[in-house]
């Protein structure tokens, strides 16, 4: 069974940054493209970042572009998600994802396309 732990959210002031990160287990990283998606209180869950599982090609929201960076370390099972410059808007639940595919190049924005959810991380952001 495949499981995803995130971690590394928390409490920050505009303008600061957090680095979350997404451990998988048992499965081999490789064969997913991974991605990030956020739920705000009251609103749906919405893409955020996404790698493929080369970590050749990568996907984000245009609300984060430039902002934050997604990063895979496939020999650590591990995936990143580095976020900068943030804002009050950003604060959400964060939530990690694998999607099972064959080609290594693509990657999916659309949730109904992973396979495997983490529990998810808060992320707060004050103004």
């Known amino acids: 069974q495949v499981q995803l732990v995130e971690s590394g959210g928390g409490l920050v002031q505009a303008g600061g940054s957090l680095s979350l990160s997404c451990v998988v287990s048992g499965g081999t990283l490789n064969r997913y493209a991974m991605g990030w998606f956020r739920q705000a209180p009251g609103k749906e869950r919405e893409f955020v970042a996404a790698?493929?599982?080369?970590?050749?090609?990568?996907g984000y929201a245009d609300s984060v572009k430039g902002r934050f960076t997604i990063s895979r370390d496939n020999a650590k099972n591990t995936v990143y998600l580095q976020m900068n410059s943030l804002k009050p808007e950003d604060t959400a639940v964060y939530y990690c994802?694998?999607?099972?595919?064959?080609?290594?190049?693509?990657?999916?924005?659309?949730?109904?396309?992973?396979?495997?959810w983490g529990q998810g991380t808060q992320v707060t952001v004050s103004s």
């Open positions: 790698i493929s599982r080369n970590g050749g090609s990568t």
């Open positions: 994802a694998a999607e099972l595919l064959y080609r290594t190049g693509d990657y999916s924005r659309e949730d109904g396309k992973y396979d495997y």
